[in-house]
């Protein structure tokens, strides 16, 4: 009788969940805007594709960094353009970040949160793990964010750039 009685109890909490993320969802699997922006503008639909493609490229870019493989990560980086459109890092970027990343070698990473807003203003929180080369079971975390933008379909990673609208974003910080 116990069994049954757990085994109700874990339907019924599937049915509520369920029930639950169909409404959140709209029926269609794309969640809905839950908010406006100060200014009323509606933050941008997206669905699970969204979020498996940002997840799938902020992972490659930092397991790049993690295997030194500093070239690689540095081909995945983008900064936005006056129009808002992603464009790769110049020769000066890319040696200011690529001396960044070996100044203080990753030894892991923890992705703490995603959050989409618009196409140009989306971000990826994220962890740095750096061990101390004196005592390998001490690291130390720092806090970083990439911004995703979405631009014809096509996820990119962007860095924060004082040129870009990508560095004054509508997500608080």
Same mark, same amino acid.
């Given at each position: ?32 805007? @839950?908010?406006? =922006? ?16 940002? /997840?799938? /490229? ?25 129009? *808002? ?46 061990? *101390? ?7 130390? !975390?720092?806090? =970083?964010? /990439?911004?995703?933008? !979405? ?17 004054? @974003?509508?997500? @608080?910080?």
């Amino acid at each position: 009788m116990r069994r049954i009685n757990t085994l109700f109890i874990l339907f019924v909490s599937a049915l509520v969940l369920a029930y639950v993320l169909y409404t959140r969802c709209g029926g269609n699997g794309i969640v809905e805007p @839950s908010s406006k =922006s100060a200014d009323g503008e509606i933050p941008m639909r997206v669905s699970s594709y969204d979020t498996t493609a940002v /997840l799938s /490229l902020a992972k490659k870019y930092l397991n790049y960094v993690v295997d030194s493989n500093y070239d690689a990560a540095l081909d995945m980086l983008y900064v936005l353009d006056e129009y *808002n459109l992603p464009v790769e890092l110049d020769s000066a970027q890319r040696l200011y970040h690529r001396k960044a990343m070996a100044l203080y070698p990753m030894s892991g990473y923890e992705i703490e949160r995603l959050t989409f807003w618009r196409a140009t203003d989306s971000r990826l929180d994220y962890y740095i793990l750096i061990s *101390n080369p004196s005592d390998s079971a001490e690291k130390a !975390r720092v806090r =970083s964010a /990439l911004r995703p933008v !979405r631009y014809e379909d096509i996820w990119y990673l962007t860095i924060a750039d004082d040129r870009g609208i990508n560095y004054n @974003s509508e997500i @608080s910080q």
